[in-house]
């Protein structure tokens, strides 16, 4: 007991993260004392499920541009917008409203118009917010060039003309890619192969044709070619890489805040279960519901949503909003506007 160390024991005991490299858009650390599927799932979330905001609708009220309306719309909802505080916004599908509003929505204008006789190239910085935003920076395209233009849009010649509402709406790239926060998550583990994961195929030399990365110099080589088949992995290398949305430090604290609800929800739902016991031994009609929706405001039988709706709006409505389809009622959003 005279070697006993609860500082350093209460240290080992938990998760660990040791960040090795910090930039503006980008940071690289490593997670220890974890297993790999907690790894893995922290990963999948910083990929997928980190709310943002990006441009969802365009309306064209002209365009004589070579590049067709969904061409531009396209483009438009791959420009970076800056998410930070997105939760101060609703989802479109949680939001009271028909169609977009100041709760859900943030309205950004683009117009330009060649008048020269030399093209005239649009720029990400042509975008001016045009609605009421929760806060100043929210909505604003994310410019990282040195001369301050962003990515272009159009090219236009003499007389062309461009003018469009673009509506830029709170996502996760689940539902669509121009959501995603990150450009690339790298993620490593066993960097010598010790586990033997991996069947590395090679034709002549496999040190030569697999060359090690830098994770290898965090680990020591293995000794011999033996290896402990119960062995687990328990040092996971991260690399992420913002697309500017949202600074990195922000994108790893909102994905474990994500992983948390989502094992919250999990665990509601086996202690609502364990404490109501097994239906099907009483003769019970069994009820589906979404985790996390058991509010008796949305409907009078103390279930919330009873089964046969989804979690989302109305029983007939699709999880992202629409009566058919993921984007309304037609596929562009209906009206004259595109989806981007």
């Known amino acids: 007991?005279?070697?006993?160390?609860?500082?350093?024991?209460?240290?080992?005991?938990?998760?660990?993260?040791?960040?090795?490299?910090?930039?503006?858009?980008?940071?690289?650390?490593?997670?220890?004392?974890?297993?790999?599927?907690?790894?893995?799932?922290l990963r999948r979330v910083i990929l997928a499920e980190i709310p943002t905001i990006?441009?969802?609708?365009?309306?064209?009220?002209?365009?004589?541009?070579?590049?067709?309306?969904?061409?531009?719309?396209?483009?438009?909802?791959?420009v970076p917008l800056s998410s930070k505080d997105a939760e101060?916004?609703?989802?479109?599908?949680?939001?009271?409203?028909?169609?977009?509003?100041?709760?859900?929505?943030?309205?950004?204008?683009?117009?330009?118009?060649?008048?020269?006789h030399e093209i005239m190239k649009v720029y990400a910085r042509d975008l001016v917010?045009?609605?009421?935003?929760?806060?100043?920076?929210?909505?604003?395209?994310?410019i990282t060039d040195s001369e301050g233009q962003g990515p272009v849009i159009a090219k236009l010649r003499r007389g062309q003309e461009l003018r469009m509402r673009c509506i830029a709406k709170k996502g996760i790239a689940k539902e669509h890619a121009k959501w995603a926060p990150t450009s690339s998550v790298g993620f490593e583990y066993d960097p010598h192969n010790k586990l033997r994961h991996l069947d590395l195929w090679y034709e002549e030399d496999a040190v030569a044709e697999w060359p090690k990365t830098k994770n290898a110099d965090w680990e020591d080589p293995p000794l011999d070619n033996s290896f402990d088949i119960h062995?687990?992995?328990?040092?996971?290398?991260?690399?992420?890489?913002?697309?500017?949305?949202?600074?990195?430090?922000?994108?790893?604290?909102?994905?474990?805040?994500a992983l948390q609800q989502k094992l919250a929800a999990v665990i509601q739902d086996l202690t609502e279960d364990s404490s109501n016991g097994d239906a099907a031994t009483r003769n019970e009609e069994y009820e589906p519901r979404s985790p996390g929706m058991a509010d008796s405001t949305f409907q009078g039988d103390g279930h919330g949503y009873g089964g046969f709706n989804t979690p989302y709006q109305g029983g007939g409505a699709s999880a992202w909003g629409g009566g058919t389809t993921p984007y309304g009622t037609t596929p562009y959003g209906g009206g004259s506007g595109w989806a981007a």
């Open 88 to 116: 101060q916004l609703l989802y479109s599908r949680d939001c009271d409203c028909e169609g977009y509003c100041e709760n859900c929505s943030i309205v950004l204008s683009l117009s330009a118009k060649c008048t020269g």
């Open 129 to 142: 917010i045009s609605s009421m935003t929760p806060n100043d920076s929210i909505g604003k395209p994310i």
């Open 54 to 78: 990006a441009i969802d609708l365009v309306e064209v009220e002209a365009n004589s541009s070579v590049l067709p309306d969904e061409f531009i719309a396209h483009r438009l909802g791959l």
């Open 1 to 41: 007991m005279d070697d006993y160390d609860p500082m350093e024991t209460l240290e080992d005991s938990g998760p660990q993260v040791v960040v090795r490299e910090a930039a503006k858009y980008s940071v690289d650390f490593t997670l220890r004392n974890v297993d790999l599927a907690f790894a893995n799932s």
């Open 231 to 257: 062995a687990q992995p328990s040092a996971f290398y991260y690399d992420v890489e913002s697309v500017g949305s949202l600074d990195p430090d922000t994108i790893i604290q909102q994905g474990i805040k």
